[in-house]
Protein backbone atom coordinates (compact mmCIF):
# COMPACT_ATOMS: atom_id res chain seq x y z
CA UNK A 1 0.00 0.00 0.00
CA UNK A 2 2.73 2.55 1.04
CA UNK A 3 4.66 1.42 -2.46
CA UNK A 4 1.43 2.76 -4.31
CA UNK A 5 1.17 5.56 -2.51
CA UNK A 6 4.90 6.61 -3.09
CA UNK A 7 4.58 5.96 -6.97
CA UNK A 8 1.58 7.77 -7.33
CA UNK A 9 2.84 10.71 -5.22
CA UNK A 10 5.98 10.47 -7.57
CA UNK A 11 3.42 10.39 -10.69
CA UNK A 12 1.90 13.58 -9.26
CA UNK A 13 4.98 15.34 -9.16
CA UNK A 14 6.37 14.08 -12.72
CA UNK A 15 2.72 15.49 -13.96
CA UNK A 16 2.31 19.10 -12.39
CA UNK A 17 6.05 19.95 -12.90
CA UNK A 18 6.78 20.42 -8.80
CA UNK A 19 10.25 18.96 -9.26
CA UNK A 20 13.07 21.96 -8.31
CA UNK A 21 13.33 24.40 -11.00
CA UNK A 22 16.36 24.25 -12.99
CA UNK A 23 18.40 27.02 -14.50
CA UNK A 24 16.76 28.59 -17.70
CA UNK A 25 17.85 27.84 -21.14
CA UNK A 26 15.62 29.86 -22.75
CA UNK A 27 16.31 34.05 -22.99
CA UNK A 28 17.64 36.51 -24.43
CA UNK A 29 21.39 36.94 -24.93
CA UNK A 30 22.52 40.43 -23.57
CA UNK A 31 25.73 42.68 -22.62
CA UNK A 32 26.57 42.85 -19.24
CA UNK A 33 28.96 45.61 -17.74
CA UNK A 34 30.42 44.67 -14.86
CA UNK A 35 33.46 45.91 -12.19
CA UNK A 36 36.84 44.54 -13.44
CA UNK A 37 38.29 42.16 -10.92
CA UNK A 38 41.33 41.64 -12.90
CA UNK A 39 44.08 41.07 -10.68
CA UNK A 40 46.32 42.15 -13.09
CA UNK A 41 47.05 46.36 -12.07
CA UNK A 42 48.63 49.75 -12.76
CA UNK A 43 50.80 51.05 -10.16
CA UNK A 44 50.34 54.57 -9.57
CA UNK A 45 52.61 57.00 -7.52
CA UNK A 46 50.36 60.16 -8.29
CA UNK A 47 46.53 60.72 -9.47
CA UNK A 48 44.63 57.75 -10.66
CA UNK A 49 43.26 56.48 -13.71
CA UNK A 50 39.42 56.93 -13.29
CA UNK A 51 37.87 59.65 -15.29
CA UNK A 52 40.13 59.21 -18.14
CA UNK A 53 38.26 60.34 -21.56
CA UNK A 54 41.23 60.61 -23.89
CA UNK A 55 44.44 59.20 -24.48
CA UNK A 56 47.28 59.86 -26.28
CA UNK A 57 48.07 56.68 -27.88
CA UNK A 58 51.39 56.65 -30.85
CA UNK A 59 54.34 55.32 -32.29
CA UNK A 60 56.05 58.23 -30.56
CA UNK A 61 56.07 56.91 -27.01
CA UNK A 62 56.41 53.26 -27.99
CA UNK A 63 60.15 51.90 -27.15
CA UNK A 64 61.64 49.07 -27.65
CA UNK A 65 64.61 47.06 -30.30
CA UNK A 66 61.94 46.34 -32.48
CA UNK A 67 61.05 47.87 -36.62
CA UNK A 68 59.45 51.02 -36.98
CA UNK A 69 56.95 48.98 -38.89
CA UNK A 70 56.21 46.85 -35.56
CA UNK A 71 55.85 50.08 -33.65
CA UNK A 72 53.69 51.47 -35.98
CA UNK A 73 51.37 48.11 -35.88
CA UNK A 74 51.20 48.25 -32.04
CA UNK A 75 49.84 51.76 -32.39
CA UNK A 76 47.46 50.70 -34.75
CA UNK A 77 45.73 48.28 -32.66
CA UNK A 78 46.14 49.77 -29.50
CA UNK A 79 44.25 52.89 -31.29
CA UNK A 80 41.74 50.48 -32.22
CA UNK A 81 41.21 48.82 -29.45
CA UNK A 82 40.21 51.91 -26.75
CA UNK A 83 38.11 53.02 -29.64
CA UNK A 84 36.06 49.63 -29.27
CA UNK A 85 35.60 50.60 -25.93
CA UNK A 86 33.49 53.49 -26.30
CA UNK A 87 34.75 54.91 -23.32
CA UNK A 88 38.31 56.22 -23.68
CA UNK A 89 38.94 58.41 -27.08
CA UNK A 90 42.56 57.56 -28.63
CA UNK A 91 44.30 60.87 -30.31
CA UNK A 92 47.13 60.46 -32.53
CA UNK A 93 48.85 63.50 -31.81
CA UNK A 94 50.95 63.76 -28.47
CA UNK A 95 50.22 66.66 -25.72
CA UNK A 96 52.89 69.36 -25.97
CA UNK A 97 52.58 70.48 -22.47
CA UNK A 98 50.46 67.60 -20.45
CA UNK A 99 46.83 68.52 -21.71
CA UNK A 100 46.01 65.06 -21.48
CA UNK A 101 47.49 61.51 -20.42
CA UNK A 102 49.75 59.53 -22.83
CA UNK A 103 49.92 55.84 -23.26
CA UNK A 104 53.96 55.02 -23.18
CA UNK A 105 54.60 51.40 -24.04
CA UNK A 106 58.17 49.68 -23.21
CA UNK A 107 58.35 46.49 -26.00
CA UNK A 108 60.46 44.02 -24.29
CA UNK A 109 59.68 40.96 -26.90
CA UNK A 110 57.90 40.54 -29.60
CA UNK A 111 58.14 37.24 -31.63
CA UNK A 112 57.32 34.90 -33.71
CA UNK A 113 58.86 31.44 -34.12
CA UNK A 114 58.48 28.31 -36.10
CA UNK A 115 59.65 25.52 -34.59
CA UNK A 116 60.12 22.38 -36.59
CA UNK A 117 59.78 18.91 -34.83
CA UNK A 118 59.59 15.42 -36.35
CA UNK A 119 56.22 15.46 -38.07
CA UNK A 120 54.83 18.79 -37.03
CA UNK A 121 55.58 22.65 -37.09
CA UNK A 122 54.67 25.04 -33.92
CA UNK A 123 54.12 28.52 -34.35
CA UNK A 124 54.93 30.18 -31.15
CA UNK A 125 53.89 33.94 -30.53
CA UNK A 126 55.09 36.32 -27.89
CA UNK A 127 54.66 39.74 -26.89
CA UNK A 128 56.09 40.80 -23.92
CA UNK A 129 55.57 45.01 -22.52
CA UNK A 130 55.75 47.08 -20.27
CA UNK A 131 52.86 49.87 -19.90
CA UNK A 132 52.66 53.84 -18.42
CA UNK A 133 50.35 56.47 -18.44
CA UNK A 134 51.55 59.54 -17.39
CA UNK A 135 50.05 63.08 -17.52
CA UNK A 136 52.49 66.03 -16.29
CA UNK A 137 52.16 66.37 -12.46
CA UNK A 138 48.83 64.73 -12.63
CA UNK A 139 48.87 60.92 -13.51
CA UNK A 140 52.39 58.83 -13.13
CA UNK A 141 51.30 55.02 -13.17
CA UNK A 142 53.07 51.87 -14.40
CA UNK A 143 52.22 47.90 -14.73
CA UNK A 144 53.66 46.06 -11.96
CA UNK A 145 54.91 43.89 -14.03
CA UNK A 146 55.30 43.39 -17.80
CA UNK A 147 52.77 42.27 -19.81
CA UNK A 148 53.28 38.62 -21.28
CA UNK A 149 50.90 37.16 -23.86
CA UNK A 150 52.12 33.95 -25.86
CA UNK A 151 50.37 31.65 -28.29
CA UNK A 152 51.26 28.44 -29.88
CA UNK A 153 49.82 26.55 -32.12
CA UNK A 154 50.99 23.30 -34.13
CA UNK A 155 50.05 21.95 -37.58
CA UNK A 156 51.23 18.47 -39.63
CA UNK A 157 54.37 19.73 -41.58
CA UNK A 158 52.03 18.98 -45.11
CA UNK A 159 49.34 21.56 -43.18
CA UNK A 160 52.15 24.47 -42.79
CA UNK A 161 50.02 26.51 -44.54
CA UNK A 162 47.10 25.85 -42.06
CA UNK A 163 48.86 27.97 -39.30
CA UNK A 164 47.95 31.62 -38.44
CA UNK A 165 50.07 34.00 -40.72
CA UNK A 166 52.75 35.74 -38.54
CA UNK A 167 50.77 39.11 -39.08
CA UNK A 168 47.62 37.63 -37.95
CA UNK A 169 49.25 36.12 -34.92
CA UNK A 170 51.05 39.58 -33.86
CA UNK A 171 47.49 41.50 -34.49
CA UNK A 172 46.43 38.49 -31.51
CA UNK A 173 48.83 39.17 -29.30
CA UNK A 174 49.27 43.04 -29.37
CA UNK A 175 45.59 43.38 -29.03
CA UNK A 176 45.04 40.64 -26.03
CA UNK A 177 47.73 42.93 -24.21
CA UNK A 178 46.24 45.92 -24.78
CA UNK A 179 43.05 44.65 -23.51
CA UNK A 180 44.74 43.60 -19.97
CA UNK A 181 45.70 47.15 -19.97
CA UNK A 182 42.44 48.85 -20.51
CA UNK A 183 40.81 46.41 -18.61
CA UNK A 184 41.89 48.82 -15.37
CA UNK A 185 40.38 51.64 -16.84
CA UNK A 186 36.98 50.84 -17.93
CA UNK A 187 34.22 48.26 -16.91
CA UNK A 188 34.32 44.62 -18.12
CA UNK A 189 31.69 43.65 -20.35
CA UNK A 190 30.60 40.29 -20.64
CA UNK A 191 27.95 38.78 -22.46
CA UNK A 192 24.80 36.69 -20.41
CA UNK A 193 21.68 34.59 -20.84
CA UNK A 194 18.87 36.78 -19.80
CA UNK A 195 16.01 34.20 -18.91
CA UNK A 196 12.62 34.28 -20.12
CA UNK A 197 9.57 33.60 -17.56
CA UNK A 198 7.38 30.45 -19.28
CA UNK A 199 4.09 29.56 -18.49
CA UNK A 200 0.31 29.49 -20.02
CA UNK A 201 -1.11 31.96 -22.08
CA UNK A 202 0.34 35.46 -23.39
CA UNK A 203 3.56 35.09 -21.14
CA UNK A 204 4.27 31.60 -22.74
CA UNK A 205 3.91 33.18 -26.25
CA UNK A 206 6.21 35.94 -25.23
CA UNK A 207 8.75 34.00 -23.94
CA UNK A 208 9.09 31.79 -27.29
CA UNK A 209 8.87 34.75 -28.83
CA UNK A 210 11.70 36.52 -27.21
CA UNK A 211 13.65 32.73 -27.06
CA UNK A 212 13.54 33.08 -31.33
CA UNK A 213 14.72 36.15 -31.66
CA UNK A 214 11.74 38.35 -32.05
CA UNK A 215 12.14 40.76 -29.20
CA UNK A 216 10.43 43.62 -31.00
CA UNK A 217 7.66 41.62 -32.06
CA UNK A 218 7.57 40.42 -28.38
CA UNK A 219 7.51 43.65 -26.72
CA UNK A 220 4.90 45.12 -28.76
CA UNK A 221 2.57 42.16 -27.86
CA UNK A 222 3.54 42.64 -24.30
CA UNK A 223 3.12 45.97 -24.56
CA UNK A 224 -0.33 46.14 -26.19
CA UNK A 225 -1.93 43.45 -23.67
CA UNK A 226 -0.29 46.16 -20.79
CA UNK A 227 -1.83 49.19 -22.84
CA UNK A 228 -5.48 47.35 -22.79
CA UNK A 229 -5.06 47.10 -18.98
CA UNK A 230 -4.04 51.05 -18.40
CA UNK A 231 -1.03 49.32 -17.29
CA UNK A 232 -2.19 48.13 -14.28
CA UNK A 233 -0.59 44.52 -14.57
CA UNK A 234 0.08 42.45 -11.62
CA UNK A 235 1.44 39.83 -13.40
CA UNK A 236 5.32 39.40 -11.96
CA UNK A 237 6.29 37.20 -15.13
CA UNK A 238 4.17 39.37 -18.05
CA UNK A 239 6.32 42.61 -16.77
CA UNK A 240 9.75 40.65 -16.77
CA UNK A 241 9.63 39.27 -20.08
CA UNK A 242 8.58 42.79 -21.08
CA UNK A 243 11.60 43.86 -19.42
CA UNK A 244 13.97 41.12 -21.44
CA UNK A 245 12.49 42.22 -24.57
CA UNK A 246 13.38 45.53 -24.25
CA UNK A 247 17.21 44.91 -23.02
CA UNK A 248 17.28 42.52 -25.71
CA UNK A 249 16.75 45.13 -28.07
CA UNK A 250 18.55 47.56 -26.69
CA UNK A 251 22.03 45.34 -27.22
CA UNK A 252 20.77 43.68 -30.68
CA UNK A 253 18.47 46.58 -32.70
CA UNK A 254 20.57 49.48 -32.24
CA UNK A 255 24.08 51.03 -32.01
CA UNK A 256 23.24 54.12 -30.73
CA UNK A 257 24.06 54.49 -27.49
CA UNK A 258 21.29 57.31 -26.31
CA UNK A 259 18.82 54.79 -28.09
CA UNK A 260 20.05 52.17 -26.39
CA UNK A 261 19.82 53.71 -22.56
CA UNK A 262 16.35 54.57 -23.65
CA UNK A 263 15.77 50.75 -24.08
CA UNK A 264 17.03 50.03 -21.23
CA UNK A 265 15.42 52.76 -18.65
CA UNK A 266 12.15 51.35 -19.97
CA UNK A 267 13.16 48.06 -19.29
CA UNK A 268 13.99 49.10 -15.90
CA UNK A 269 11.20 50.52 -15.06
CA UNK A 270 9.12 46.74 -15.78
CA UNK A 271 11.68 44.87 -13.75
CA UNK A 272 11.48 47.38 -10.99
CA UNK A 273 7.23 46.92 -11.11
CA UNK A 274 7.93 43.09 -11.29
CA UNK A 275 10.23 43.20 -8.34
CA UNK A 276 7.73 44.96 -6.55
CA UNK A 277 5.11 42.22 -7.30
CA UNK A 278 7.60 39.19 -6.66
CA UNK A 279 10.49 40.52 -4.17
CA UNK A 280 12.18 36.71 -3.64
CA UNK A 281 12.54 36.48 -7.57
CA UNK A 282 16.20 35.77 -8.06
CA UNK A 283 16.22 36.46 -11.65
CA UNK A 284 14.15 40.05 -11.66
CA UNK A 285 16.55 41.11 -8.82
CA UNK A 286 19.66 40.52 -10.94
CA UNK A 287 17.92 41.61 -13.71
CA UNK A 288 16.88 45.06 -11.80
CA UNK A 289 20.57 45.28 -10.58
CA UNK A 290 22.55 44.69 -13.53
CA UNK A 291 20.22 47.50 -15.95
CA UNK A 292 20.25 49.83 -13.07
CA UNK A 293 24.37 49.76 -13.42
CA UNK A 294 24.97 49.43 -17.10
CA UNK A 295 22.34 52.63 -17.54
CA UNK A 296 24.62 54.59 -15.22
CA UNK A 297 27.87 52.97 -17.28
CA UNK A 298 26.93 54.07 -20.71
CA UNK A 299 25.66 57.46 -19.17
CA UNK A 300 29.38 57.87 -17.97
CA UNK A 301 30.49 56.94 -21.38
CA UNK A 302 28.47 59.23 -22.92
CA UNK A 303 30.06 61.57 -20.98
CA UNK A 304 33.40 60.75 -21.42
CA UNK A 305 32.59 61.36 -25.02
CA UNK A 306 31.60 64.50 -24.77
CA UNK A 307 34.44 65.61 -22.79
CA UNK A 308 36.65 63.94 -25.24
CA UNK A 309 34.77 65.82 -28.12
CA UNK A 310 34.56 69.12 -26.53
CA UNK A 311 38.18 68.85 -25.73
CA UNK A 312 39.70 68.39 -29.17
CA UNK A 313 37.73 70.32 -30.75
CA UNK A 314 38.94 73.47 -28.50
CA UNK A 315 42.47 72.32 -28.08
CA UNK A 316 42.22 71.25 -32.21
CA UNK A 317 43.75 68.39 -32.55
CA UNK A 318 43.03 65.27 -34.54
CA UNK A 319 41.40 62.37 -33.31
CA UNK A 320 41.81 59.32 -35.70
CA UNK A 321 44.11 57.55 -37.28
Not at 107 to 114: A, G, H, K, P, Q
Not at 136 to 151: F, L, M
Not at 223 to 251: F, H, P, Q, R, T
Amino acid sequence: MFTLLLSSFCLFIFLNGCTSPGVSSKGAIVNVYRINTSTFNMVCSSGDLKGISYLYVGEKSIRGTISRHDKKLIAQYARAVFQESGFITPVAIPSLEGEYPELSIDVLELSIIDKNKELSIERQARFVASFSIRQAGIIDCSTAEPVVVQKSFVEPKYKKDQLPSPSRLKEQIIRDAIRRVMAQLVPAKVTVLRPVKGGLGIVGKISDMIDAGNCEGAYQLVKKKIDSKGGEIKDADLLYNAGVALECMAWNTTEDISQRIDYLKSALRYYRKASLIKPSDTDIQRATKEVSFNIKVLLRAIKNQKKAKDFLKSFGAPSGF
